[in-house]
């Protein structure tokens, strides 16, 4: 099966499969054939590093939807011991488009909840591309209160381009349910630890996105609206996706300038996919460092200082000279 790749990596993909072919070669332990072999080996690590070094914020987009990269049922099983999936909304049906649960790491009992992506065209149509529905928001609220009654720190793994959009999620109320959810999750007198580790789009991100610790892929993205959705409503032409992309500042790096998050992690070049086993753990390492010294505060604090951190969101000083 031919393996996927975005457009901007198709050079260096493209020398990588040569060099592949090369070493298949019954001639490939020849001294002639290794001297060649190494040398293109060594001009494959000039093109990944020209690839991936220096990512335009829509090429950190399209690695943030890689079909290839981790999922949040990945990252429950590499961080998390003994997790529970917990399913519905006690209302109406159980939204395989929002995964959670109860899960152990280390000396911490936790609720879990994340968008789930499928890893293939079945998978994805099961869990509706990672985009949820009204019952999907009430069962991530379902497990809030549970947090709150039983004293549990809540971790939310973000991933979607946002809530599904269509007739049956109007009807159900879904700007009803991701309200309900901002709401909860503002109150709950418990740690809060956001990952974005893929899609962060929307008030379908929103939902699940804010808490007292926002931890953030090195290339995730998190804005208000996708890049296309930008470009088509806003400036009315979908070929300026790119400009849309850059105008938004939806990167970790500018989330971090602008206060929005709190930490980033790296990823290996070419994205999480490429060493799954390295992200998934210093996600984990991140987690139990900030779970550790949120657990040390009380309940009001906790809830205090996260109603600063939400209001400062978007709040600037301005500067236009002469006495004040």
Same mark, same amino acid.
């Given at each position: 099966?031919?393996?996927? /790749? ?17 070493? +298949?070669?019954?001639?490939? +332990? ?14 494959? +690590? ?15 987009? %399209? ?16 961080? $998390?011991? =003994? $997790? ?7 209302? &109406?049906?159980?939204?395989?488009? &929002? ?57 939310? $793994?973000? =991933? ?7 007739? *049956? ?10 309200? %309900? ?32 610790? %926002?931890?953030? %892929? ?18 009315? =032409?979908?070929?300026?996706? *790119? ?5 938004? /500042? ?10 929005? &998050? ?11 996919? /490429? ?25 009001? /604090? ?14 600037? =000083?301005?500067? &236009?000279?002469? *006495?004040?």
């Amino acid at each position: 099966m031919k393996k996927f /790749h975005y457009e901007f990596e198709a050079p260096y993909i493209k020398k990588a499969e040569e060099i592949l072919k090369l070493k +298949e070669l019954e001639a490939s +332990e020849k001294e002639e054939i290794k001297a060649e072999i190494a040398e293109a080996e060594q001009m494959l +690590e000039k093109m990944r590093l020209k690839t991936y070094s220096n990512l335009t914020p829509w090429q950190k987009v %399209l690695l943030a939807r890689h079909p290839y990269r981790p999922r949040t049922s990945d990252y429950i099983e590499a961080i $998390f011991t =003994d $997790f529970i999936e917990l399913k519905g909304d006690r209302k &109406i049906a159980d939204d395989k488009a &929002i995964i959670a649960g109860l899960g152990t790491m280390d000396n911490f009992r936790c609720v879990i909840i994340g968008h789930q992506k499928g890893k293939d065209t079945k998978e994805n149509i099961l869990r509706n591309f990672g985009q949820a529905m009204p019952e999907g928001y009430q069962k991530a609220v379902r497990m809030m209160n549970l947090a709150s009654k039983f004293k549990l720190p809540i971790v939310t $793994f973000v =991933d979607t381009q946002g809530a599904f959009p269509g007739e *049956e999620s109007e009807r159900h109320n879904i700007s009803g349910a991701i309200s %309900l959810c901002l709401k909860t999750l503002s109150r709950v007198p418990v740690p809060v630890v956001v990952v974005i580790i893929g899609e962060g789009g929307s008030g379908g991100a929103l939902a699940i996105g804010s808490g007292d610790r %926002l931890i953030m %892929l090195e290339n995730a993205y998190y804005s208000v609206i996708t890049p296309e959705g930008a470009a088509t409503l806003i400036l009315n =032409d979908v070929g300026l996706t *790119e400009n849309a992309a850059n105008a938004l /500042h939806l990167t970790a790096p500018d989330l971090f300038d602008l206060g929005i &998050i709190d930490y980033i992690i790296p990823e290996p070049l070419g994205g999480a996919h /490429h060493a799954p086993a390295l992200v998934t753990g210093r996600v984990r390492s991140k987690l139990l460092e900030n779970l550790e010294s949120l657990s040390k505060m009380s309940a009001d /604090h906790l809830k205090e200082t996260r109603l600063k951190k939400l209001l400062q969101i978007g709040s600037y =000083d301005l500067d &236009i000279g002469g *006495e004040p």
